[in-house]
């Protein structure tokens, strides 16, 4: 939020266990350095902001980016094997939302908003 200056970083709340000094005494040094962390954790192309209660710090979703080259072959809940000759080659191919579904997995439901999303319930 600060690297894209949507919040100040005297304004940013505190959270227990999170021990990050935000304000870098001017913004231009705050928004710096939140570019740079923002960076080092790679960051760059989520475009939402990350929360802090959320469907991954309850142990109900993950982050992944999935591509493949030719044909996947992939098994399913059911144990049958899965042909996907279908683009795109990645986790925003309709038919790996069916495989991944029979394994109780969710493509999230925001379409690009946050490609490598996957849940228990599509949130």
């Given at each position: ?22 304000n ?6 705050s ?11 790679g960051?760059?192309?989520l ?36 042909e ?28 690009f ?11």
């Amino acid at each position: 939020m600060i690297a894209h200056r949507k919040i100040l970083p005297q304004n940013v709340p505190s959270y227990p266990g999170v021990y990050i000094e935000w304000n870098h005494g001017t913004n231009d040094k705050s928004i710096s350095s939140a570019k740079r962390m923002v960076n080092a954790f790679g960051m760059q192309g989520l475009h939402v902001a990350p929360a802090l209660n959320s469907r991954h710090t309850e142990g109900h979703a993950i982050d992944m980016n999935i591509s493949w080259t030719g044909v996947l072959k992939i098994i399913n809940a059911s144990g049958e094997t899965i042909e996907i000759n279908t683009s795109p080659c990645s986790g925003m191919n309709a038919k790996l939302h069916q495989v991944a579904k029979t394994y109780g997995v969710v493509k999230f439901r925001g379409g690009f908003k946050d490609v490598p999303h996957w849940s228990t319930d599509g949130r």
